[in-house]
């Protein structure tokens, strides 16, 4: 009889786990289903079959500054790209390094002394692979060059291809857009980061074809994260102030290769003008027949990277496609 009072109240209690409120607390420390925190910075999240893979920057535990650089530089040890899967964007596993670093050749992209940064993965119907592309840079960001790596599996392991400066262009902050007709687009800070090129990538998802635009140039954006409402493309990027804070902006397009506009920042309330301590890195896709998507943004702490935060918030829509995104100290996924 005590065994199976003890059952019973086993299957209620994970009942009610699993059912009860998935809080998201933006800023605070986000653990894993092993109870380690979290270690997927400048990342972005791919839905593939029914689960959730969030890819990000593996980083080192110990943040020092770039010897001899005069600018802010901080960094870590680049560990690679970590991935965690889920079902409800709430509960999240490790599943391990996707994209191991090169530990053993100290000329390679992905040595732990260089930088790797903004990982994004997506999925390429035609070959049936996992294409990542990142930021691949020099410890004192001056190769400033995109990384491309492919798998079998979304959790890797992924083979580093190489990189390269796309048409000899300078790259740094990045992301993928995967449109829904399959096109994909490498978005990515250029010409001393001063203007945005949104660019188109072949077939296969490996290489820049030759059509491109260059958005807002001079405006000096980084961060670039993109998702689409409706027929609408929206755009929410950064200013470039190194690790610290700035005023977000967004943007709208009828099409990706079209023109846009830049509308303002979507944060409203306190700390707005500032990201609320954050800088964006993707915008995930969770239902867009009923308007759920959620910014995802780096909360950076520069002189200990590895404990930098994540700042999930809904992205609310109103009239004339515009859209706000509001602080929440904690919000449920269930509300979303
Ligand atoms: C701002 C970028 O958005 C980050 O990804 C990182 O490259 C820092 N600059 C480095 O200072």
């Not at 109240?9 to 289903?33: H, N, R």
């Not at 020092?64 to 509960?91: F, I, N």
């Not at 400066?165 to 007709?181: A, C, H, I, N, V």
């Not at 260059?214 to 405006?219: I, W």
């Amino acid at each position: 009889m005590k065994t199976f009072n003890f059952l019973l109240l086993s299957i209620v209690a994970i009942g009610l786990y699993s059912c009860g409120p998935k809080m998201i607390y933006p800023g605070e420390v986000w653990t894993d289903t092993e109870q380690n925190m979290i270690n997927a910075h400048g990342g972005g999240v791919l839905y593939h079959n029914g689960t959730y893979y969030w890819y990000g920057e593996y980083k080192n535990d110990s943040t020092y500054h770039a010897p001899g650089v005069e600018w802010d530089c901080y960094r870590t040890e680049a560990g690679g790209v970590a991935c965690y899967s889920s079902k409800d964007l709430h509960s999240w596993k490790f599943e391990g390094v996707a994209l191991k670093p090169d530990m053993a050749n100290p000329e390679s992209d992905i040595h732990p002394s260089m930088v790797i940064e903004r990982p994004k993965v997506i999925y390429n119907e035609k070959t049936g692979k996992f294409v990542m592309w990142m930021h691949i840079d020099s410890y004192n960001y001056s190769k400033a060059a995109t990384g491309v790596a492919v798998s079998d599996s979304p959790t890797g392991g992924f083979k580093y291809l190489h990189s390269l400066r796309p048409y000899g262009e300078e790259s740094r902050d990045m992301t993928l857009f995967k449109d829904g007709d399959g096109k994909a687009y490498h978005v990515y800070s250029a010409k001393g980061n001063s203007t945005l090129y949104i660019h188109l990538l072949s077939d296969d998802y490996l290489e820049h074809t030759e059509t491109y635009k260059a958005v807002f140039p001079g405006k000096f954006r980084e961060a670039p994260a993109i998702f689409k409402r409706q027929d609408k493309y929206y755009m929410i990027t950064s200013g470039c102030s190194g690790w610290d804070p700035n005023e977000a902006e967004y943007a709208i397009a009828d099409s990706m290769l079209g023109e846009w506009t830049a509308m303002g920042n979507p944060c409203v309330g306190e700390n707005a003008d500032r990201t609320f301590g954050g800088q964006s890195t993707h915008v995930i896709t969770v239902d867009p027949e009923n308007d759920k998507y959620i910014a995802m943004f780096d909360k950076w702490n520069k002189l200990d990277l590895i404990n930098s935060r994540y700042i999930w918030l809904p992205v609310q829509f109103h009239s004339a496609d515009s859209i706000t995104i509001e602080w929440k100290d904690e919000w449920s996924l269930n509300d979303l």
